[in-house]
């Protein structure tokens, strides 16, 4: 059996460390079982409360379980543990720069004071924010009464209290075993506690951390299979989250592998870790698992140390790393073994990056042995079959190959799979197009619209073909989730002849562009009936695993989270916010961006952090940048333009923004921007990243940067030198999280200049990425909740309404009526944690604000952090990514 490995001490430097992997995707922290001593050691317990402290300054807070198992920790090791905790949430929260511990050497010198600043702070946070958590059952105020402990100050709910005080054990808190004083609770309304809120500013819930019920492995390698499950391109984050997962697998890694990894990119690396762990021991895996020579292809670029995307940017800074002589040989039995038209298509389709890969294969020495493999690369290099020593032995060529003269030159010839399908779309045969694309059904559903478009512009007015119908709903009940769900949202919005659309090229970064589209408008005759097909199989997918739930809990807010795509490009980020997808700003007038990043040694860059500000019909209205540092009556302030940011600090901008101010003055829209003036990209930056700060979580007269305040961040990565993360919509006091960058071709050195761009493209962001034109979580979690569940809740800003399945009502009509909200059977009686307590559900949520429900069980995805959280193992948590995977086709 593989002992479970202990994370080593954290270095922000390095991104393969588990203890991060798990804080940062479940939010729990892993003990070893054989460090802990029989009871709980005095000065551990003692240094836990300097812990509490520190943890409560960035927003977290231990549950009991977690904080009874520290305090069976040798001092030292709780020291090392505590301080890895806290570089690891300063490193997420982009506070690591400045940011340190409160007590360096807790537990061994804690100074006397350290209960009293814990008990100050837990008073403030009573003060301003009254929706606090139970450290012990993980209820909120707002159901049961949130009280801090005399003398300990830690938090308790009443009736927790009241079952401790029936079991005999109400003298002592139950987390840190403290005598508690006659008055139990603390009073809230001090003159300290009134002052310690006004210095604080704490005014969100407390994040609560749990114990990982199992070894740090065995939760690692749950994540891992779940992200070796996705169909949909895992984000930057991810992709480095499996990186830190296969540099710690155990040995019998290939036995622990599900029998199909769907998505390429992610099986390629998994292989290509086999083979540098195994080398040619591992050619059985792969001759098992790889079927396209492009799978052989993104092997090759894993194996080279680069992401296997097989992008032109990746290839531009990509060096094959040469392949030992049986290594080769397997690889190429491997491609010998592929069908032949499917051989020869892959490598046309990736022809630049084959030609790189063959002079590492040498295909050509083992030409007897492997003649398809030979043909392919006679096909690909075009070589003359008169004149070259191997094109002469192909000079009759097997079917599908034919001879092609080309002047002097004579080469082979092949008409693939995408050739006669574009045949057939020139000719106006919409119908013969899709016989032809029903071969492959993924490539059907992309173009579902161009098929639409030319019947539409071919035949005015006429239904749907004979069969297309048939063979689209068989098309469909085979693709990714991805695909489908790309289709149903380019097709259910209405559109308008010479409307502006939105491309997102397939690259590294997020690159968008927006054009007029001219061409023939889908009607709603062909459009509405291909819409109900993708519902209908939506709902399929929902029940297809035979999971069923007594309940689900939805938001209503999960309509303004777009269903995520292209996450291959998405920014890391501190919440994994999809793009396009709109949220409410933090309450109150003032909002703080900023900016950071820090130049490598003997290279300048000068990053700058503006706002551009428009009017509500997108008319320039002004900005704030270097060149201007304050826009109105201090309506947006800048802190100061810096032209470098050596290390080891590096250099921080922020812009701080008084909405209500900015809207007086005339201003709807701010748009976010962030730029390189020295033409200097991204990824040349040892670290970079922008965000925002919720001013009102800002202590007075603290620092700049307080990392309880970080409300939101994202890497700035990629050979991108612009970036647009966000637009900010001053009159619903919401923004659209964009995540976009722009062409900087000639330099971008002021946003004046290009103001018109800008503000042309933010507007068609915002077009484009309107609920209707585009799925949403809202649309997958219904489809869930109604074919897994007979009773659904929702919850909305006035409560929540039950809505519950007709004894003559089908699944689809269920659907449409939970979908439109409409005809609710009822509102939700009490508290939501009482409706979920013992019940197994479906509960995908905005805010986790939920109290944790006593003994759930289920699935769980929430945006952000709260409460809910210190929900059981038992409910198990899902990502975005996760939700959309588990569409899967069976």
């Known amino acids: 059996m593989p002992r479970a490995i ?3 001490p954290f270095d922000a430097r390095v991104d393969l460390d588990l203890g991060s992997f798990l804080l940062r995707r479940r939010g729990v922290v892993a003990v070893d079982p054989e460090e802990l001593l029989p009871a709980a050691d005095p000065w551990s317990t003692r240094g836990l409360v300097a812990l509490d402290a520190d943890l409560v300054g960035r927003g977290y807070l231990l549950t009991t379980q977690l904080r009874a198992t520290l305090a069976r920790l040798a001092p030292i090791r709780l020291a090392e543990l505590g301080d890895g905790l806290l570089a690891r949430i300063d490193h997420l929260l982009g506070a690591d720069r400045e940011h340190l511990p409160l007590f360096r050497r807790f537990p061994d010198a804690v100074p006397d004071h350290a209960h009293v600043l814990y008990s100050r702070r837990i008073r403030a946070l009573l003060l301003n924010q009254p929706r606090q958590t139970c450290a012990h059952c993980g209820r909120r105020s707002t159901e049961a009464g949130i009280g801090a402990l005399a003398p300990c100050a830690h938090l308790l709910c ?13 003298a002592r808190c139950p987390l840190c075993g403290t005598g508690l004083s006659a008055g139990t609770y603390l009073g809230e309304d001090s003159s300290a506690g009134r002052k310690a809120a006004e210095v604080s500013g704490l005014d969100q819930a407390l994040r609560p951390l749990r114990l990982v019920s199992a070894s740090q492995l065995a939760a690692a390698m749950a994540e891992f299979h779940r992200l070796l499950a996705r169909r949909t391109p895992l984000s930057p984050q991810d992709r480095d989250d499996l990186a830190a997962l296969l540099a710690h697998a155990p040995a019998d890694l290939p036995q622990r592998l599900p029998e199909r990894i769907p998505l390429r990119e992610t099986k390629a690396a998994v292989l290509a870790a086999l083979l540098r762990r195994d080398g040619a021991g591992a050619l059985p895996v792969l001759a098992e698992r790889i079927d396209t020579a492009t799978d052989v292809l993104r092997l090759l670029w894993s194996w080279s140390g680069a992401e296997p995307d097989l992008l032109p940017a990746t290839a531009r ?4 790393r040469n392949v030992p002589r049986p290594l080769r040989r397997g690889l190429l039995e491997i491609l010998e073994a592929l069908p032949q038209a499917t051989l020869f298509e892959d490598l046309r389709r990736h022809r630049s990056a084959w030609l790189r890969a063959g002079e590492l294969l040498h295909p050509y020495e083992h030409r007897s042995r492997f003649p398809r493999v030979t043909a392919a690369f006679v096909l690909l290099r075009e070589t003359d079959l008169r004149t070259h020593e191997v094109g002469r032995e192909f000079a009759e060529p ?11 030159h004579t080469r082979l010839g092949f008409t693939g799979f995408a050739g006669r399908v574009e045949t057939r779309l020139a000719a106006g045969d919409a119908a013969g197009a899709v016989r032809v694309l029903a071969a492959r059904p993924g490539e059907l559903v992309r173009r579902l619209h161009h098929v639409l478009r030319v019947h539409a512009a071919t035949a005015p007015g006429a239904p749907l073909p004979d069969g297309l119908a048939e063979t689209v709903a068989a098309a469909l009940a085979r693709v990714a989730p991805g695909p489908l769900l790309g289709a149903y949202g380019r097709l259910r919005g209405a559109r308008t002849a010479g409307e502006r659309r939105l491309y997102f090229p397939r690259g590294t970064v997020s690159l968008a562009h927006a054009k007029e589209d001219h061409g023939t408008v889908v009607p709603a005759e062909l459009s509405d009936p291909v819409c109900a097909l993708i519902e209908a199989e939506l709902l399929r997918r929902g029940a297809a695993g035979g999971e069923r739930y007594e309940l689900a809990l939805l938001d209503e807010g999960l309509v303004d989270l777009v269903a995520p795509f292209a996450e291959r490009a998405a920014a890391k980020t501190l919440v994994s916010v999809p793009r396009g997808s709109r949220q409410p700003l933090p309450p109150g007038d003032r909002l703080r961006l900023f900016v950071h990043w820090m130049q490598p040694e003997h290279l300048r860059v000068d990053l700058d952090l503006s706002v551009a500000l428009y009017d509500a019909r997108w008319n320039f209205h002004g900005l704030c940048d270097y060149t201007n540092l304050v826009h109105g009556e201090r309506a947006a302030v800048h802190s100061g333009d810096f032209t470098t940011a050596p290390p080891p600090d590096g250099a ?9 101010r900015l809207e007086r003055g005339g201003a709807r829209y701010a748009v976010v921007i962030v730029f390189s003036y020295n033409d200097v990209p991204f990824e040349d930056l040892d670290e970079a990243f922008a965000g925002f700060l919720d001013l009102g979580a800002t202590p007075a007269g603290g620092r700049h940067y307080h990392p309880r305040a970080v409300r939101q961040r994202l890497d700035l990565q990629g050979d991108a030198k612009v970036s647009v993360p966000m637009i900010v919509d001053l009159a619903d006091r919401r923004y659209t999280w964009t995540d976009l960058n722009t062409g900087a071709d000639g330099g971008f050195h002021s946003v004046y200049r290009h103001q018109a761009e800008v503000g042309a493209l933010s507007r068609d962001v915002l077009a484009h990425f309107s ?12 489809a869930r909740a109604a074919a897994c569940t007979d009773e659904v809740a929702v919850r909305g800003a006035d409560g929540a309404r039950r809505w519950r399945r007709g004894a003559a009502e089908t699944v689809e009509e269920f659907a449409a009526r939970l ?4 005809d ?11 409706l979920l307590a013992g019940r197994r559900a479906f509960v995908a949520l905005v805010n986790g604000d939920v109290p944790a429900p006593e003994k759930a069980a289920g699935t769980l995805y929430r945006l952000y952090p709260g409460p809910v959280d210190a929900a059981g193992e038992e409910l198990e948590r899902w990502t975005a990514g996760d939700l959309v995977s588990a569409l899967t086709p069976g």
């Open 6 to 8: 202990t994370a080593p």
């Open 158 to 170: 009443a009736p927790c209290l009241d079952g401790l005080e029936a079991q005999g054990r109400g």
């Open 317 to 320: 800074r990509l060096r094959l």
């Open 398 to 408: 097997p079917a599908p190959l034919r001879v092609v003269e080309a002047g002097e």
């Open 652 to 660: 921080t901008e922020f812009v701080d923004l008084d909405l209500d």
């Open 771 to 782: 609920p209707e034109n585009r799925a949403t979580l809202w649309d997958v979690a219904c």
């Open 819 to 822: 979908r439109a909200l409409r």
């Open 824 to 834: 609710p059977d009822g509102a939700v009686a009490g508290p939501l944690t009482d």
